[in-house]
């Protein structure tokens, strides 16, 4: 059982284009962080969110933490080819299980040109 | 920012032979480090919590005799993949528990490539 769905899991865009990463599920997270990677390479964070409803913005992307800690998304505006890269939500139980990251199965986006 | 490095990049082995990959933290100190398994287009998978100075607790179906970690310091953990065979061909990410700007947060490594031969 998959704990935390991310959608979708593949998304080729034109670049200038907008997208929405959704990461949904039945739990209550602490809180959540998105990372990028790219190949070969590790995640990088790009951020974390603690408290329902927040939003935050780091340049052309918005990340959302639901209201209930249940879910979150990611939008990007506009985008460009160098957004291409595997996209992982992770987030972290209410209860704290050593502190233990629960992934997404990740968005594969390719911006072409 | 935090960093955290993983030696080697990549490694190419034969068939029944160990390799030890290496994670350390290099500006904190890191009670705790997480290691996973990556395949290709897939999402990261956890293998086990290492905490330091103790044994490892190892998610189910991961072989802790065929995996082994050890934290032996605040800023090392070590995996060992014992006589690998080439289905252990995988990228494997360490990761590592500090505190950063939005408090507590997890730093990844750079990966270790690992092809059995």
């Known amino acids: 059982t998959q704990l935390l769905e991310q959608s979708p899991q593949f998304l080729s865009i034109q670049e200038g284009e907008n997208l929405t990463v959704y990461c949904n599920s039945s739990?209550?997270?602490?809180?959540l962080q998105w990372y990028r990677q790219e190949p070969g390479e590790g995640p990088v964070l790009l951020v974390t969110?603690?408290?329902?409803?927040e939003v935050k913005k780091l340049k052309r992307l918005t990340f959302q933490f639901g209201d209930a800690r249940k879910d979150s998304s990611l939008h990007i505006t506009a985008a460009q080819t160098g957004d291409t890269g595997l996209y992982l939500c992770?987030?972290?139980?209410?209860?704290?299980?050593?502190?233990?990251?629960?992934f997404g199965q990740g968005t594969e986006l390719s911006v072409k040109p | 920012g935090a960093v955290v490095s993983q030696h080697p990049s990549r490694v190419i082995c034969k068939s029944g032979t160990s390799v030890k990959i290496e994670c350390r933290s290099l500006?904190?100190?890191?009670?705790?480090m997480f290691w996973y398994r990556q395949f290709p287009k897939q999402s990261l998978m956890l293998m086990a919590t290492?905490?330091?100075?103790?044994?490892?607790?190892?998610e189910q179906g991961v072989e802790k005799d065929k995996f082994l970690i050890n934290h032996a310091s605040l800023t090392l953990s070590t995996l060992t993949v014992t006589s690998a065979h080439p289905e252990d061909s995988s990228f494997y990410i360490c990761?590592?528990?500090?505190?950063?700007?939005?408090?507590?947060?997890?730093?990844f490594g750079p990966g270790t490539r690992l092809l059995v031969l």
């Open positions: 990761s590592a528990r500090g505190w950063g700007l939005a408090g507590e947060t997890q730093y």
């Open positions: 739990s209550v997270f602490s809180s």
């Open positions: 969110v603690v408290t329902g409803g």
């Open positions: 992770a987030g972290s139980r209410i209860y704290n299980q050593g502190g233990k990251l629960i």
């Open positions: 500006d904190f100190q890191a009670t705790t």
């Open positions: 290492s905490n330091e100075g103790s044994k490892a607790t190892y």
